[in-house]
């Protein structure tokens, strides 16, 4: 990618909302989905996304601004010296071939050779081989690898509870199957190896923050899957065998004779992947749903023998 800047069509100047609103346009054109048949598009759609991953980044783009860096992240001037502009022993400068370095008058060349080719020096000023006294084990430094590229993933709370995996486009705009971890947790980031920009060293890699949507229903606790339970008075009371949703399908809870609101009960391995193996459970809270009073429940209430037995608010002592 020469210029972020040429690929997104904006100027240099151009804030963050400017690019924002040309990233848009473009992508919504450009978009896989709407491209099937033209892979052309798919290529210049990762091209505008990668273009949009990089002006987005305040590091990267003051950083290309400056001219230290290339539209890939490579490094222009990996040691960042600059020429003074003078010429000459008495310029203030030395710029030998136009390359660029700023050495003053009190420069040590040794460790201008030690940063260039990666080596060290000799232990002593007069020691190694050459006048200089420098080491002759010169290395090189390995190539730099290609920037890491960042993905959020959002996942539904069935898929994450039961691990289904999930299909994600990566920016060249292939896709792959990704498997989820036992213990997954919203926040955590999951890294692909080799799956980010390209480079001189080989590619970087692929970061994937996961985030876990909100159920309408269930919640998580732990490891354990929560879920309010409504029930009739009926069944609270005879007690009955009912229909129950889980992250696993339906499934039948037998609600015990004579439950009250708030009893809990447990539906063993119904809840998330542990790290260590196993799962969590589903715990299910009983919520007893009154009927709207007709007169005839209201009479047999009023005149029921026992409805002044006990005192629920007992241990509230009060």
């Keep these: 990618m020469a210029d972020p800047y ?23 054109e450009l978009h896989p989905d709407r491209n099937k048949d033209n892979p052309k598009a798919s290529e210049r759609f990762a091209t505008v996304t990668a273009a949009y991953d990089f002006l987005t980044d305040k590091d990267k783009r003051a950083r290309f601004d400056r001219g230290e860096i290339d539209g890939d992240g490579n490094p222009l001037n990996p040691f960042n010296f600059r020429s003074s502009g003078g010429s000459g022993p008495t310029g ?35 020691a190694g081989a050459g006048a200089g ?27 994450a509870a039961t691990l289904s995996p999930q299909r994600i486009m990566l920016r060249d705009g292939k896709t792959i199957d990704l498997k989820l971890p036992a213990g997954l947790e919203s926040g955590q980031q999951m890294r692909l190896s080799g799956k980010g920009e390209p480079g001189p060293g080989g590619a970087g890699d692929a970061i994937v923050t ?11 606790e732990g490891d354990d899957v929560r879920l309010d339970l409504p029930i009739s008075l009926a069944e ?16 039948m809870l037998t609600i015990p004779k004579g439950s009250s609101s708030g009893k ?43 409805r002044d037995q006990g005192n629920p608010r007992g241990r509230l002592d009060i």
Excluded: C
């Design 133 to 159: 006294g420098f080491s002759s084990g010169f290395g090189r430094r390995p190539a730099a690898k290609g920037a890491n590229t960042a993905y959020k993933l959002a996942v539904s709370f069935v898929e």
């Design 92 to 126: 203030g400068g030395f710029s030998p071939g136009g390359a660029g370095f700023d050495v003053g008058g009190d420069a040590d060349f040794g460790d201008i050779f030690e940063g260039l080719f990666g080596g060290r020096r000799g232990a002593g000023a007069g």
């Design 236 to 251: 609270a009371v005879l007690g009955a065998s009912v229909r129950v949703p889980t992250v696993e399908g339906a499934v």
């Design 264 to 306: 809990v009960l447990r539906l063993k391995g119904k809840g998330f992947h542990q790290k260590g193996g196993g799962r969590g459970d589903q715990l299910v809270t009983l919520m007893v749903d009154l009927p709207v009073a007709d007169d005839a429940l209201v009479e047999f209430v009023r005149t029921w023998p026992g």
């Design 210 to 220: 996961i985030d876990i949507l909100p159920h309408r229903f269930f919640t998580r």
């Design 6 to 28: 040429h690929v997104l069509g904006v100027a240099r100047s151009a804030d963050e909302a400017e690019i924002k609103k040309a990233y848009r346009k473009l992508a919504k």
